[in-house]
C-alpha cells in the first residue's frame, strides 16, 4: 500500500487536476486508510494522513484528509475533515498541549504496568513477613542495629518506609494510584482502539490471504452457503457477499477486557471511599444494659459524616449462646431492641455471627462474647453479682474467672471460693484449698456445698460483643465486585474469525482465534466435516 | 459408623486407582508401550474420579456441613478438582499432554491428606459459628478450584521451561569437553543455535520441529488453563470479600492469607498481560507462570503454618503420630 501512494508517482497516476499535491508535500510520506466506496460514476477515496514537509515539523500531528474525487469533471476537495492548525502561541504552550499526550503515553506502557503489579505484588509480601502495628520498640528489638538482617535491614528502614503501617503507607498507597492511573491511561490509549479495529470486518477476496491465515484449508467439492448454514448453526454471525464469506464469533469477548478495567477503577473508588468516609466502632455489653449508636462510633476519615440514625439507642435483652453436644459453641445470639429519639422502639431483632442487623444505614455484627458477671446466692442470701474476670483469651476459648471470699475479708491471706467458666453453660466450682469441688449449671438450681457455705448458682450473665459500621462504599464496591467477576468470565470467551472464498467448485477457508487457540484447529475441523460435499457435477452455483 | 468405614474404603481405593495408573504411565514412557493397558489407564482416573466424589459425598452428608471447612477437607477437594480437570480435557480431546500432569498431582495431594501428617483431622469436626454460613461453600469451592486450575497451568509452563532449556543445559555440559575434541560441522551448528535458544526460527532438524509443535501445544494449554483458573481464583477472592463483609463488618483486611491470595490474582494478572504482547510470548510468560506455582503454596499452604489471622480454621501443626 505505501508504495501505491509515493506521492511522486501518484501524481501522474491519478487525474493530474489534483492540486492536493503541490511541491509542498514533495517530501512528505502517507501513511493512508482506504475505504473504497463504490458510488456509481465516481471513484472517491479518503485518504487520512500524517505530511511531514520539508520545511520542519511544523505540521507534525496534524491529520489532513482530502476526498478526491475522479470523475470526467473536475475534481472537488473538501475540506470538511481538515482540523484546524495548532495555534503557535509560543513553544511553552505547545510543550503544555503535548505533556497530557506524552504522560499519557508513558503510563499506557505495559512493561511499567507490569513493573508496577510486580511492587505492588513485593510489597505485600513484605507487608506479611513484617509484623503490622506494633509498637516501636517491637522493632528496636525484631530488627536490630546491631545485627541486621541479611545485613542491612534494620529497624530504622521499618519505621521511616512505614512498613509497619504497610498497607496505608504512603508508599504503598502511591503505587496503587499509580496502578490506578495506568489502568486508565491503558484503557483509554491501548484497549479501546483495538476493540474498534476489531470490530471492523472485511471481506479477503484473495484465495492467498485466506491460506495465510492461521488455520486454513480447502474443500474441494462444497459450496459457500452450505459453509455459511454450519456456521449459523455453531453460533457464528455470518456474512455472505458473492463469492466471500466473513464469519465471527465471541466478539464481547474483545469488550469485556475494558469492562475488567473499568470494574476495578470501580473497585479502588470504592475503597478510597470506605477509607475516608466511614465510622466504625466496637463495644461489648452485658445483658440488660443500653447504648448510644453515636457514642461507640468513631470516624476514620476526612469526609466521615454522621447521620440522623446515630441518635438511636440499642438495648440488649438477652445474650445467650447456642452448644454442640460436645459441648462446643454453635452460635452465639444477641437479642436487640432499638429505640429512636423519643424512646419508641423503632427495631427488635436477634443477631447472630453470620446474620448482622441493619438500621438506618449502619450495621452491627456480632463478633465476640464475654462473660460479665455471676449471680449467685450464699446461704440463701442474695442474689449477689460476682463480675467474672477474663483468666485466658485465646479467639473462641476464654476462660472466666471470679472469687467469692469466705471468713475474715480484711485479713491479707484472703480464702474462699473460685468459680471457673468456659463459657455460660457450666461453672466449675473450688474450695479453698483450691481442690476441685463441682461443677453446676446455672439452670439447674442446684445447690452445692463447699466449707460449709451452700452456693446456689442463680444465673449466668454474659455479655455481648458488637461491632458497628456505616460504611458508604460499600454499595460502589459490591457493584465493582460484580462487575469484574462477570466480566472476568465473559473474557473466557475467544474471538474467532473465518473467512471462505468460492472458487470455482472449491471453497477455501482459513481462519483465526484470539485465545482459544489450542482448541481452534479440531473446532473448525470437526465444522468443515459437516459441510456436505457436492457430489453431481451439473449443479451450477449462482454466487451472490 | 457405616459412613465412616465408607470413607475409609473409599479413600483406600481411590489412592491405589491411582497408583496403578501411575505407575502404567511410567511404564508407558520408560519401556515400551504396552498396548490395551493404556485404555485401561484412563478408565483407572474415571474410577477415582467416581471414588473422591463419593468421599465428598458421604463425608458431606455424615458431617452435615459441606466438606471443606479445615485442611484435611480442602486438600481432598483439591485432588477432586485435579480429578475433575482431567475428566473435562480427557472428554474434549483424548490422549493429551494434561493427563500427565493432572493425575500425579490428583496422587500426591491424595496421599499427603490420607498420609500419618494429618491423622488428627481425619474426623469430621464441627463448624466454628463463623463459618456457618452459605458462603463457606461458594467461597472456598471456587478458591480451591482456581487452585487447582492454576496449578495445572503453572505445571504445563514449569515442562515447558524444562523442555526449552533442556538444550542449554545440554550444552554446558557439552562446552566442557569441547576443547578436547575436535569441531565438528554438528557442534558448530550446535552453538550457533545456541544463541538462538530463545527465538523460535531454526528449524534444523525435525527433532527441533516436533520440539517447537510440543512446547507451542504446552503454551497453549496452560493459557487456557490458567484463565480458567484465573476466573475461578477472582470470583473466590471476591465471595470471600462479601462474606467478610457479611461476616465482620468490612470486606478487606489485609489477613495474611486473604494478602497472599491478592498476591497470586496479581502475578496471574501479570502472566496474562505478558501475553497480550506477542515478542514476550512464550518462555517469559512461562516464568512468570512458574513463579506463579510457589506463590501458590506459599498462599495455601504457608500461611496456614503460620496459623494467625482471620483464616486459622485451616491451620495445622507438624506431628508426627
Known amino acids: 500500500m505505501e508504495t501505491l501512494f509515493n506521492p511522486s508517482k501518484t501524481a501522474k497516476l491519478f487525474v493530474p487536476n489534483i492540486s492536493l499535491f503541490k511541491s509542498s508535500f514533495l517530501h512528505s510520506t502517507f501513511n493512508p486508510q482506504t475505504h473504497i466506496l463504490f458510488n456509481r460514476k465516481t471513484l472517491s477515496f479518503t485518504i487520512n494522513c500524517r505530511a511531514k514537509t520539508s520545511q520542519g515539523r511544523k505540521t507534525d500531528g496534524k491529520n489532513i484528509s482530502k476526498k478526491i474525487l475522479l470523475s470526467d469533471s473536475a475534481p472537488e476537495l473538501s475540506n470538511e475533515d481538515v482540523e484546524p492548525k495548532p495555534k503557535n502561541g509560543g513553544g511553552a504552550w505547545g510543550l503544555v498541549r503535548k505533556l497530557p499526550k506524552r504522560v499519557l503515553a508513558v503510563l499506557s506502557n505495559l512493561p511499567l504496568a507490569i513493573g508496577e503489579m510486580f511492587t505492588v505484588a513485593g510489597l505485600m509480601a513484605l507487608g506479611t513477613a513484617i509484623d503490622q502495628g506494633e509498637a516501636p520498640e517491637f522493632y528496636f528489638q525484631k530488627y536490630p542495629e546491631e545485627n541486621p538482617v541479611w545485613g542491612f535491614f534494620t529497624w530504622r528502614w521499618v519505621l521511616t518506609l512505614g512498613l509497619d503501617h504497610m498497607f496505608s503507607s504512603p508508599i504503598f498507597l502511591g503505587m496503587l494510584v499509580l496502578l490506578a492511573t495506568s489502568l486508565m491511561a491503558c484503557t483509554y490509549t491501548t484497549q479501546i482502539p483495538l476493540v474498534k479495529a476489531a470490530r471492523r470486518w472485511r471481506f479477503l477476496q484473495s484465495a492467498d490471504a485466506i491460506r495465510k491465515q492461521e488455520f486454513s484449508d480447502t474443500l474441494p467439492r462444497a459450496s459457500v452457503k452450505d459453509l455459511g448454514v454450519v456456521l449459523m448453526a455453531a453460533g457464528y454471525e455470518v456474512f455472505l457477499k458473492g463469492p466471500s464469506l466473513y464469519a465471527f464469533k465471541g466478539l464481547a469477548g474483545r469488550f469485556a477486557p475494558i469492562g475488567v478495567h473499568l470494574a476495578m477503577l470501580l473497585i479502588m473508588a470504592g475503597g478510597t471511599l470506605s477509607a475516608t468516609g466511614s465510622f466504625r466502632g466496637s463495644v461489648t455489653v452485658p445483658q440488660g444494659l443500653n447504648f448510644v449508636v453515636g457514642d461507640v462510633l468513631g470516624p476514620t476519615g476526612f469526609l466521615s459524616t454522621p447521620t440522623e440514625a446515630f441518635n438511636t439507642e440499642v438495648h440488649v435483652n438477652r445474650f445467650y449462646m447456642d452448644y454442640y453436644d460436645s459441648g462446643e459453641v454453635s452460635q452465639f445470639h444477641t437479642d436487640l431492641s432499638l429505640f429512636d429519639l423519643n424512646g419508641k422502639e423503632v427495631m427488635r431483632k436477634t443477631l447472630s455471627v453470620n446474620d448482622p442487623l441493619r438500621y438506618g444505614g449502619f450495621t452491627i455484627y456480632q463478633t465476640d462474647w464475654s462473660f460479665s458477671a455471676l449471680q449467685i446466692l450464699k446461704d440463701d442470701e442474695g442474689p449477689f453479682n460476682l463480675a467474672m474476670a477474663p483468666l485466658k483469651l485465646n479467639g473462641d476459648k476464654k476462660l472466666f474467672g471470679t472469687f467469692l471470699p469466705v471468713g475474715d475479708t480484711n485479713s491479707p491471706n484472703i480464702k474462699g471460693i473460685s468459680m471457673l467458666a468456659r463459657d455460660l453453660q457450666s461453672i466449675v466450682l473450688y474450695d479453698q484449698q483450691g481442690k476441685f469441688a463441682g461443677v453446676r449449671r446455672p439452670n439447674s438450681k442446684l445447690p452445692i456445698e463447699i466449707d460449709g457455705t451452700k452456693i446456689v448458682i442463680v444465673d449466668a450473665i454474659g455479655s455481648s460483643g458488637l461491632d458497628l459500621k456505616i460504611d458508604p462504599g460499600v454499595p460502589i464496591v459490591y457493584a465493582g465486585f460484580g462487575a469484574l467477576m462477570l466480566t472476568t468470565c465473559v473474557s473466557y470467551l475467544s474471538h474467532a474469525q473465518i473467512w471462505a472464498l468460492q472458487d470455482g467448485t472449491t471453497v477455501i477457508v482459513g481462519g483465526k482465534t484470539n485465545r482459544a487457540k489450542a482448541e481452534f484447529p479440531d473446532e473448525m475441523n470437526r465444522l468443515l466435516d459437516l459441510v456436505p460435499e457436492i457430489v453431481q457435477s451439473s449443479i451450477s452455483e449462482q454466487p451472490g | ?321
Open chain 2, 1 to 321: 459408623m457405616i459412613f465412616s468405614t465408607l470413607e475409609h474404603i473409599l479413600t483406600h481405593i481411590s489412592f491405589s486407582v491411582v497408583s496403578i495408573v501411575i505407575t502404567i504411565h511410567f511404564l508407558t514412557l520408560l519401556v515400551d508401550e504396552v498396548v490395551g493397558l493404556d485404555d485401561s489407564s484412563e478408565k483407572g482416573m474415571i474410577v477415582t474420579f467416581f471414588c473422591i466424589t463419593g468421599l465428598l459425598v458421604t463425608r458431606w452428608i455424615y458431617s452435615g456441613h459441606f466438606p471443606l471447612s479445615d485442611l484435611y477437607e480442602s486438600l481432598i477437594f483439591l485432588s477432586w478438582g485435579f480429578s475433575l480437570i482431567h475428566m473435562i480435557s480427557y472428554f474434549k480431546k483424548r490422549k493429551n499432554d494434561l493427563s500427565a500432569i493432572t493425575a500425579p498431582s490428583a496422587i500426591f495431594t491424595q496421599g499427603f491428606a490420607t498420609s500419618g501428617l494429618l491423622t488428627k483431622m481425619h474426623q469430621s469436626a464441627i463448624l466454628a459459628p463463623a463459618l456457618q454460613s452459605q458462603w463457606l461453600m461458594m467461597h472456598v469451592s471456587m478458591m480451591v478450584l482456581g487452585y487447582a486450575a492454576l496449578l495445572c497451568g503453572s505445571l504445563l509452563s514449569v515442562a515447558l521451561l524444562v523442555i526449552t532449556f533442556r538444550k542449554v543445559i545440554k550444552i554446558i555440559g557439552k562446552n566442557n569437553n569441547l576443547l578436547n575434541q575436535s569441531f565438528s560441522f554438528g557442534e558448530i551448528q550446535y552453538m550457533n543455535e545456541r544463541s538462538n535458544v530463545l527465538l523460535n526460527t531454526y528449524f534444523l532438524s525435525s527433532k527441533n520441529y516436533y520440539r517447537y509443535q510440543l512446547t507451542q501445544q504446552l503454551d497453549r494449554w496452560s493459557y487456557r488453563i490458567i484463565s480458567l483458573g484465573f476466573i475461578f481464583l477472582t470470583i473466590g477472592i471476591l465471595s470471600g470479600a462479601v462474606w467478610a463483609n457479611e461476616a465482620w463488618g468490612s470486606y478487606w483486611n489485609w489477613d495474611p492469607k486473604e494478602t497472599w491470595a491478592f498476591i497470586t490474582w496479581t502475578v496471574f494478572a501479570i502472566y496474562l498481560h505478558i501475553r497480550t504482547n506477542k515478542n514476550f510470548e512464550g518462555v517469559n510468560s512461562a516464568i512468570v507462570a512458574s513463579m506463579g506455582f510457589l506463590i501458590i503454596w506459599i498462599c495455601y499452604f504457608g500461611v496456614n503454618l503460620l496459623g494467625i489471622g482471620l483464616h486459622s480454621y485451616g491451620s495445622f501443626t507438624l506431628t508426627s503420630n
